[in-house]
């Protein structure tokens, strides 16, 4: 989507490998978020961030931790990849938290 | 936390029929949002309706907050709008999605 990419968009693992994937945005909004998508589950909130270096976690924060030094970079990173984290992972970006969401394309990580 | 249900699960049509789609939420919310995602895995925002109700040509969306629910109207049907529906509801920083509805548009 315009304004917010996502890196790499297709990752193979193996299972206890460190893994980090990368979201950026040229539209300086404040919000950014990381979810993941399962079958039968809609999108799942893992966490997100209000500001630079200011993260809360979400529904699923469990196994992973976020980094936003920059207001246009967000990094989720898995320390020990397991198989119940291979899933379909959208980045988000809003101007206030509220409305305006623009997704990115998302990244498949496959964990084995 | 906050519930969203969306019904129905699955729904197949021909071409130039209507449909509804129904969200139902358990708490007050800040913000509800329908999205899109198109058979390429691309979502979509259709419409930010935290209560009342909006048109976008052949869309259309409705939420009673009082009432804890939204409703989407696609009229006239096409084979694009195939795809998967999701309702999303805000509260706080946090934004909840539903499972949301497969719909597949038949020629």
């Known amino acids: 989507d315009a304004g917010i990419t996502q890196s790499p968009r297709h990752k193979v693992t193996e299972t206890g490998t460190p893994v980090t994937l990368r979201c950026h945005q040229t539209e300086n909004h404040r919000y950014m978020y990381w979810y993941r998508q399962d079958p039968g589950h809609g999108l799942r909130l893992i966490h997100y961030?209000?500001?630079?270096?200011?993260?809360d976690k979400g529904e699923v924060s469990d196994g992973y931790s976020v980094s936003r030094s920059k207001t246009e970079d967000f990094l989720l990173t898995l320390e020990s990849a397991t198989s119940s984290q291979t899933s379909v992972y959208f980045c988000?970006?809003?101007?206030?938290?509220?409305?305006?969401?623009?997704f990115g394309s998302g990244t498949r990580l496959t964990v084995v | 936390g906050i519930q969203v249900e969306q019904s129905p699960p699955d729904l197949i049509l021909q071409e130039g029929a209507n449909s509804t789609l129904r969200c139902n939420f358990s708490d007050s919310v800040n913000n509800l949002q329908w999205f899109h995602q198109n058979p390429w895995g691309q979502l979509i925002n259709l419409f930010y309706?935290?209560?009342g109700t909006k048109q976008n040509g052949r869309l259309s969306a409705t939420t009673v907050a009082t009432e804890r629910y939204s409703l989407l109207y696609i009229s006239s049907s096409q084979t694009t709008d195939s795809g998967v529906y999701f309702c999303?509801?805000?509260?706080?920083?946090?934004?909840?999605f539903g499972a949301g509805t497969r719909l597949t548009v038949k020629p």
């Open positions: 309706i935290p209560s």
């Open positions: 999303a509801v805000v509260m706080g920083n946090d934004m909840r």
């Open positions: 988000a970006i809003s101007i206030n938290g509220n409305y305006g969401y623009t």
């Open positions: 961030s209000y500001g630079v270096k200011d993260t």
